[in-house]
């Protein structure tokens, strides 16, 4: 196992798990160096003791048929295609020591796989420490770009036009609202007294409304008539059709 990353905390012996189960040991921890990108990296080695995956590795077994070196090379081969990683993960807050967490990642990133290679060599991915710093280290960079004393003067001049245009509410519209609010309490109560039981607007409209509601019963009336004698539309109307809300002046008939 190859990480580019410091396993500070990772020693001889540190377990190597798989979905939680302890499934071997580390058993190597050296440096390498690479001349063409003049990088350092961090050679892992381990041994894995398939025997503890129980029922599952028995079910391998069943798959592989006769095991050997090239079948086992080619199961972890399909393993890797599937997203098979090795991360290096905390194994105390306290102590800083590390572990190596086998385990199959959704996003993992494609990668070549030698199944002639000996010993077999694991893909890794960054830890989640590592990759913390990697996202702290962008917000940072991102942060850094932008234009911090442009973005103040323009806050800066955003507060005074605000303070401009409350100066100006406050000297201008405030004055005006409290005169409007005045009138309208004095049209409030005006209209109050306006409408008392005995004043004599109330009075009228008391009168005015009893006019409305005795010419409805008449049009009501009419109306009633009309619609059982259309034809007096056109010959007029008999002093026998005299709706019974208009009564004749005198009820004895006069002679022709």
Do not use: C, W
Not at 57 to 75: C, F, M, V, W, Y
Not at 176 to 188: A, D, I, K
């Amino acid at each position: 196992m190859m990480f580019r990353q410091s396993l500070r905390g990772l020693e001889v012996n540190s377990p190597v798990e798989f979905m939680g189960i302890n499934l071997g040991r580390v058993v190597s921890v050296d440096l390498d160096y690479d001349a063409a990108s003049k990088s350092f990296s961090s050679i892992v080695g381990a041994v894995i003791y398939p025997d503890r995956l129980g029922q599952a590795n028995e079910k391998i077994l069943e798959t592989l048929g006769t095991p050997d070196d090239s079948r086992t090379a080619q199961l972890i081969a399909d393993f890797v295609k599937q997203g098979l990683r090795a991360q290096p993960r905390s194994a105390s807050l306290l102590t800083g020591q590390l572990y190596i967490s086998l385990g199959f990642f959704a996003n993992a990133a494609p990668v070549q796989f030698d199944v002639n290679a000996r010993p077999l060599i694991i893909p890794t991915v960054p830890g989640e420490l590592e990759k913390m710093q990697e996202q702290v280290q962008l917000i940072v960079e991102k942060v850094s770009k932008l234009p911090v004393q442009e973005i103040a003067g323009n806050l800066n001049g955003s507060l005074d036009e605000a303070h401009k245009t409350f100066k100006l509410f406050n000297a201008d519209v405030m004055p005006e609202l409290h005169t409007v609010l005045g009138q309208s309490r004095s049209t409030m109560e005006i209209a109050g007294a306006a409408l008392a039981e005995d004043s004599p607007v109330r009075q009228q409209v008391n009168r005015t409304m009893d006019e409305v509601q005795r010419t409805a019963r008449s049009v009501r009336v009419l109306t009633d008539y009309i619609s059982r004698n259309p034809e007096a539309l056109i010959r007029g109307r008999t002093r026998q059709d005299v709706p019974s809300v208009y009564p004749p002046a005198n009820s004895a008939p006069r002679p022709d």
